[in-house]
């Protein structure tokens, strides 16, 4: 059985980098070209917001509304995949969290397999 695990700073300071690792365990993120490893957040009082994504082969995807602060990289000997956000703002305070599924832009939580969640809070 997969299991995810997020981590990470629980406080980060606007305008710096946030940098968030995603451990996997029971599949390789290698392995299956069938799954996308993605990153998701869920604001206050918000729903939940695909942000981007990186396949078996290493290919990434990222949700336009970032407008190019995201970028999602991979450690294989680790099985790791993890998710920098720049410039960040309290805007971007939320739940921070990885999933693997068969679907791209995912944003319910009935499908796939997610990690339990990482609190992000953004100071100004």
């Known amino acids: 059985q997969v299991q995810l695990q997020e981590s990470g700073p629980g406080l980060v300071k606007a305008s710096q980098t946030l940098s968030l690792t995603c451990t996997v365990s029971g599949a390789s993120i290698t392995a299956n070209y069938e799954y996308y490893w993605s990153w998701i957040r869920q604001a206050p009082g918000k729903g939940l917001e695909w942000m981007g994504a990186i396949t078996y082969s290493g290919s990434t995807y990222y949700s336009p509304a970032l407008e190019n602060r995201a970028s999602i990289s991979r450690d294989t000997s680790k099985n790791q995949f993890t998710l920098q956000l720049t410039s960040v703002t309290p805007e971007d305070t939320a739940v921070y969290y990885c999933?693997?599924?068969?679907?791209?832009?995912?944003?319910?939580?009935?499908?796939?397999?997610w990690g339990q969640g990482t609190q992000v809070a953004v100071s100004s």
């Open positions: 999933a693997r599924a068969r679907v791209l832009r995912l944003t319910t939580r009935s499908v796939g397999d």
